[in-house]
């Protein structure tokens, strides 16, 4: 009897491991031939000023329009991406089409800047600095309406070649954001190595500022040591009016969150800014 069941929760195991295996096959069957396909598109979430809510620039995030599935976020494919190493040829087009977008919106008198996501993987490829300078060359736009966000697991990943390709990109004017601050484990050593002019505090540490005065400390502590460092500092994820004004008594420089935009499509992005620097 015992043996019975031992044998069936086996094979309801094997076959659970099975399914989930070509989920994941399929997944990226499917996500190889999305960029043929025209699957990608890149979603923008606007970036305002702490103190007048009016826009400085906006966050690109992708989003992958599957036929079945319809929108698939990044968190459910963006790791696959980076292991199965499409990453790479996504990543290129991601940069690519948001600098083409960004200079579109700067012909019509737009003055924004944009942000890419960039993996780590992307860095590793020694390559690098040529994607980065042939997307501004082929869009015509301005290094200083560049910003690059990185996470803090790339300084693992530190070489000199590495730091000078930094150095190269920072001179040409195009900025560095440290994505998600806080939440990896050699935050401090991080910021004393690289050149990042921008600081965005990850969401969780926001959610509760309002009515939590340890949270409250925390991102107080965060936003006067970027501020020493002569960064910027951007807080994800703002939700509600009061985390607003949390931010706007602590001096953070730029928000972001679903209290102001969700990210939506390029011309609801559009209509957003034109409401929004209309007085
Ligand atoms: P991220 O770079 O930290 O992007 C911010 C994420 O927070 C976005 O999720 C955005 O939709 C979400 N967010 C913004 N405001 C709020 C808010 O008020 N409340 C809540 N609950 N969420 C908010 P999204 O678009 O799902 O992207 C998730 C992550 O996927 C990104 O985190 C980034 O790490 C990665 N990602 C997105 N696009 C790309 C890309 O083009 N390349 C690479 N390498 N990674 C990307
Ligand atoms: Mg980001
Ligand atoms: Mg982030
Ligand atoms: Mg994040």
Redesign the pocket.
């Known amino acids: 009897q015992a043996k019975e069941a031992g044998r069936n929760s086996y094979r309801f195991f094997t076959q659970a491991m099975n399914a989930a295996a070509e989920e994941r096959m399929r997944l990226e069957h499917d996500l190889r031939r999305s960029l043929d396909l025209g699957e990608l598109r ?2 923008y ?1 606007p970036i305002l000023d702490t103190q007048t809510a009016k826009i400085v620039g906006c ?5 992958w329009v599957h036929p079945v599935r319809e929108i698939v ?3 459910n494919f ?1 790791s696959l ?2 292991e199965t190493g499409l ?1 790479i040829p ?2 290129d087009w ?1 940069l690519r089409t948001a600098c083409i977008q960004a200079q579109a919106w700067h012909e019509r008198g737009m003055d924004l800047h944009i942000s ?4 780590t993987r ?1 860095f590793r490829q020694h390559d690098f600095r040529k994607t980065i300078e042939a997307a501004l060359h082929e869009s015509g736009l301005n290094p200083r309406h560049l910003v690059l ?1 990185i ?1 803090e697991s790339l300084m693992l990943e530190e070489t000199e070649q590495l730091m000078q390709d930094l150095r190269i990109l920072t001179q040409r004017g195009i900025r560095f954001s440290v ?2 601050f806080g939440t990896g484990y050699s935050s401090l050593s991080y910021l004393r190595r690289f050149p990042a002019r921008i600081l ?1 505090i ?2 969780n540490f926001l959610s509760h500022v309002h009515h939590r005065s340890d949270d409250a400390a925390l991102v107080e502590a965060m936003v006067s040591l970027a501020h020493k460092l002569h960064m910027k500092v951007v807080a ?4 509600k009016v009061e985390q607003w004004e949390f931010l706007k008594s602590c001096g953070c420089d730029y928000l ?4 102001f935009s ?2 939506v499509p390029a011309e609801q992005f559009e209509d957003f800014v034109r409401e929004n620097l209309k007085d």
């Open positions: 890149l979603y979430q966050e690109a995030l992708l989003r976020p990044p968190g963006i991406a980076e990453i996504i990543g991601v890419v996501n960039l993996s992307q966000e996470t994505d998600d965005k990850e969401r994800e994820g703002v939700e972001q969150g679903f209290y969700r990210p």
